[in-house]
């Protein structure tokens, strides 16, 4: 039985109807960047999280980096984040002109160390950039109190996260902003590139919305110096259909890795923080034959993926960051070992337990091979 690591076919078959009355919607309509749709994704997007607005743009680096923008950090400041973390993260940072202090992660969790956190602060740091890796929040509380402690703002890459919870609270609502990425993989995504930032301040807003669209405040004056970051008509009405479902895909992912919760055997997966609700963008592994495990589940023609296999910090395009190896050694000690399984909405639960019983199999032979030898 071929198991591949993802499958997008299943989830657009389910919602094919909805989703192509709304791109037909779209293309009849004549007016394709930024116009209604875009708004009414924007206060669907934001009554789910019970905030006032959310402003769409092109992808979920860019919500970073006018997020940062547009809480005036740039060149100067610094920003303290995760090293391990998707290369975006870091990349945005660097583009809005600051400087991004990697730091090591909670090796119970995976998420950044608050502790961590709170020893790289210096008098430039402006902001704090938890990221909500693999779908599980981030230490929110230690995060927050260390925010409030240091009179530093509060930004949320939950890229990976959408619907996650921290004690029964949605992800992007615990700081200033909380920004998303919707690239087609992710637990809401489109089809094609997309992002957005969600926050209460109205003066945020329409600082974010200057931003995307060249600094514009009305058309053509532009009152600052903007990108364009925007986000398609065709790609806000697929996000509408797909929001309405996004409760019910995160159950589905929950109900997965439960099943390999139950199942698995012979290999670590990071622990669930009390009071987190995980979305489980992705399901993560870990064995110390990491490279040997995945091959065997090659052989077995299961797809598997690493997230990720280089630690940024350690990077060839960011060594001039100045990062030694060994100076975060929970995220080089994770980087080695982590193996992301199949998970995605479509899977069945025999095709899970297939997977688990491949894994268990493998890992007690490598058990009775070294007892043995
Ligand atoms: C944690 C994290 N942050 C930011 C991003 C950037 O999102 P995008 O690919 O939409 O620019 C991603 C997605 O790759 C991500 O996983």
Not at 183 to 211: C, F, M, Q, S
Not at 273 to 281: D, K, L
């Amino acid at each position: 039985m071929t198991i591949p690591f993802n499958d997008l076919n299943p989830l657009h078959k389910q919602l094919s109807w909805e989703i192509d009355t709304a791109v037909q919607r779209v293309l009849k309509s004549g007016w394709y960047i930024l116009g209604p749709e875009v708004e009414a994704f924007e206060n669907a997007f934001a009554a789910y999280h019970g905030v006032k607005y959310a402003v769409g743009v092109a992808n979920g680096t860019d919500a970073i980096e006018l997020a940062l923008r547009a809480a005036g950090i740039g060149v100067g400041d610094e920003v303290i984040t995760v090293s391990h973390t998707a290369v975006a993260t870091i990349c945005a940072v660097e583009r809005a002109g600051a400087k991004p202090i990697l730091v090591d992660i909670d090796p119970r969790t995976y998420t950044m160390s608050a502790a961590a956190a709170e020893a790289a602060i210096t008098p430039r740091t402006r902001a704090v950039l938890p990221v909500h890796l693999y779908g599980q929040p981030a230490d929110l509380d230690a995060i927050r109190a260390l925010c409030e402690r240091h009179h530093l703002l509060l930004i949320e890459d939950c890229a990976q996260a959408h619907g996650a919870r921290h004690q029964g609270r949605l992800v992007g609502t615990f700081g200033a902003m909380g920004t998303f990425s919707f690239y087609p993989t992710k637990n809401l995504g489109a089809y094609g590139d997309g992002g957005a930032v969600i926050t209460n301040d109205p003066a945020l807003v329409e600082k974010l919305r200057r931003l995307r669209n060249y600094g514009q405040s009305k058309r053509y004056h532009h009152d600052e110096r903007g990108i364009n970051s925007r986000l398609d008509e065709l790609q806000a009405a697929i996000l509408s259909v797909k929001l309405s479902h996004l409760d019910e895909c995160n159950f589905t992912r929950r109900r997965l890795a439960g099943v390999y919760d139950a199942h698995l055997r012979g290999v670590l997966t990071p622990e669930v923080r009390e009071g987190a609700h995980h979305v489980y963008h992705l399901y993560v592994a870990r064995h110390f034959h990491r490279d040997a495990l995945m091959e065997f589940l090659k052989t077995k023609e299961i797809g598997t993926l690493i997230h990720y296999p280089v630690p940024n910090h350690l990077q060839k395009g960011y060594l001039d960051l100045g990062y030694a190896p060994g100076s975060l050694p929970h995220t080089e000690a994770a980087a080695k070992e982590i193996v992301s399984l199949p998970l995605y909405i479509g899977l069945s639960e025999d095709q899970v337990k297939e997977v688990a019983r491949t894994i268990n199999t493998w890992s007690q032979a490598l058990g009775e091979s070294r007892a043995e030898s």
